[in-house]
């Protein structure tokens, strides 16, 4: 088992590998914001200007995605006109190995001192009246998952017992809802619940969820969210709806699917992270 000193260490050496590309790219601005790309979302990083491209595989001790859809690299650049890092392929904790390893890159983000953490995701749309191919800001989480990234000793800076009470930034949410009205888009705003997968839901499942009040369903960032609230980064989060969830249609469900309409939903998406990008600040507790 890798100890928290190691983890740290790991943390630390990937984050010195992105410093120097950030030197070359930013001249040492730090950047406002990490943008976690998710699932076919990765065309995002077309948007980035200029960017110094660093392959994860560049990366000391940076798990490496092995799902269709996500590539792999981490890109230094700007984006409405904001200097950012973007990264391109996640892993899940369907993939494997210890909880944390999702959310190495949140770990790599604070050691940086980018305040701000813009996540992405693809999801199964729960709510009725909601539609593939529309977009979600989060505005809560269900952790579902049976697990919890933080699982194991304390790593670095982070707070054993972090406050999720705002997990999603009320300020940072505010500039997205507004970017997407300035944009003329129809923005959901909902509750995420977060499963393990990789198998898709079951009707049954789909039907708890709704009960339990959750507007849309994934595999991904909440585990990075609970990590980036335990190192005093704030979070915003935007899903994709790229399916009905099982069951809501008599029918099933597959990852082919959640790509083609991700690739539907990308151009608007990525409209609307630049747009709301453009008006970030940067310290932590400056009022954006
Ligand atoms: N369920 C879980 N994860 C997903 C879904 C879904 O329906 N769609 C995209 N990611």
């Given at each position: 088992?890798?100890?928290?000193?190691?983890?740290?260490a790991?943390?630390?050496?990937?984050?010195?590998?992105?410093r120097?590309?950030?030197e070359?790219?930013?001249?040492?601005e730090?950047?406002?914001?990490?943008i976690?790309?998710?699932?076919?979302?990765?065309?995002?990083?077309?948007?980035?200007?200029?960017?110094?491209?660093?392959?994860?595989?560049?990366?000391?001790?940076?798990?490496?995605?092995?799902?269709?859809?996500?590539?792999?690299?981490a890109?230094?650049?700007?984006?409405?006109?904001r200097?950012?890092?973007?990264l391109?392929?996640?892993?899940?904790?369907?993939?494997?190995?210890?909880?944390?390893?999702?959310?190495?890159?949140?770990?790599?983000?604070?050691?940086?001192g980018?305040?701000n953490?813009?996540?992405?995701?693809?999801?199964?749309?729960?709510?009725a009246?909601?539609?593939?191919?529309?977009?979600?800001?989060?505005?809560?989480?269900l952790?579902?998952?049976?697990?919890?990234?933080l699982?194991?000793?304390?790593?670095?800076?982070?707070?054993?017992?972090?406050?999720l009470?705002?997990?999603?930034?009320?300020?940072?949410?505010?500039?997205?809802?507004g970017?997407?009205?300035?944009?003329?888009?129809?923005?959901?705003?909902?509750?995420?619940?977060a499963?393990?997968?990789?198998?898709?839901?079951?009707?049954?499942?789909?039907?708890?969820l709704?009960?339990?009040?959750a507007d849309?369903?994934?595999?991904?960032?909440?585990?990075?969210?609970?990590?980036?609230?335990?190192?005093?980064?704030?979070?915003?989060?935007?899903?994709?709806?790229t399916?009905?969830?099982a069951?809501?249609?008599?029918?099933?469900?597959?990852?082919?699917?959640?790509?083609?309409?991700?690739?539907?939903?990308?151009?608007?998406?990525?409209?609307?992270?630049?747009?709301?990008i453009?008006k970030?600040?940067?310290?932590?507790?400056?009022?954006?």
């Open positions: 088992m890798t100890g928290p000193g190691e983890i740290q790991q943390v630390e050496a990937a984050a010195a590998a992105l120097t590309r950030i070359t790219r930013l001249g040492g730090t950047p406002a914001v990490a976690a790309m998710g699932s076919g979302l990765g065309g995002l990083g077309a948007e980035i200007e200029d960017p110094v491209r660093a392959p994860y595989e560049e990366l000391p001790g940076w798990p490496r995605p092995t799902v269709i859809g996500h590539a792999g690299h890109l230094i650049g700007t984006l409405g006109g200097p950012v890092l973007g391109s392929g996640r892993v899940h904790l369907y993939e494997g190995g210890a909880p944390g390893r999702v959310a190495f890159y949140v770990r790599v983000a604070a050691v940086l980018i305040p953490l813009f996540l992405s995701n693809a999801a199964g749309a729960i709510r009246g909601w539609h593939p191919g529309e977009l979600m800001l989060v505005s809560d989480h952790n579902l998952t049976g697990t919890s990234p699982i194991g000793p304390v790593v670095g800076a982070e707070n054993r017992f972090p406050d009470t705002f997990a999603y930034d009320r300020d940072l949410r505010t500039i997205v809802r970017s997407a009205a300035e944009l003329g888009q129809t923005l959901h705003e909902g509750v995420y619940a499963m393990h997968g990789p198998a898709f839901e079951t009707p049954a499942e789909i039907r708890m709704r009960t339990l009040g849309a369903v994934g595999m991904s960032t909440v585990p990075e969210v609970i990590t980036a609230r335990a190192l005093g980064i704030r979070c915003v989060a935007v899903s994709c709806l399916n009905y969830a069951g809501v249609l008599d029918e099933p469900l597959n990852h082919e699917e959640v790509l083609e309409t991700t690739k539907l939903a990308q151009a608007g998406f990525q409209r609307l992270v630049a747009e709301s453009s970030f600040r940067y310290g932590l507790f400056d009022v954006p």
